[in-house]
């Protein structure tokens, strides 16, 4: 399977509004963006679907996102296909810390 891998810059990541600011900048979140978890959510929903304008990073059908930092900070793999939106279920990487 085709991989999109994106490096997120987790050392400027300090706090709450550094993680939405990164990511903000670093996915091209619209300037409408919540900054909060609901928000990320919905933009990280439609990475698949670049006519909404929810990212300016996005991946083609079966085609999958992964996120990486300089440190094991971020192990997130986002399926591109639509139907996996549903299950609703994000798995961390061992041993990552969490926000």
């Not at 891998?5 to 091209?28: A, C, M, N």
């Not at 909060?36 to 059908?61: F, H, K, L, R």
């Not at 300089?70 to 798995?91: D, T, Y």
């Amino acid at each position: 399977m085709d991989l999109l891998l994106v490096t997120i810059p987790v050392e400027k990541i300090k706090d709450w509004p550094s993680f939405h600011r990164v990511f903000q900048d670093t996915l091209g979140f619209p300037a409408f963006y919540g900054r909060n978890m609901n928000a990320w959510i919905d933009c990280m929903t439609y990475v698949d679907s670049p006519e909404t304008g929810m990212t300016s990073v996005n991946v083609q059908p079966g085609q999958m996102l992964g996120l990486q930092g300089e440190a094991p900070v971020i192990a997130l793999v986002l399926n591109g296909e639509r139907e996996q939106r549903s299950s609703g279920s994000v798995r961390h990487a061992p041993d990552s810390p969490h926000l």
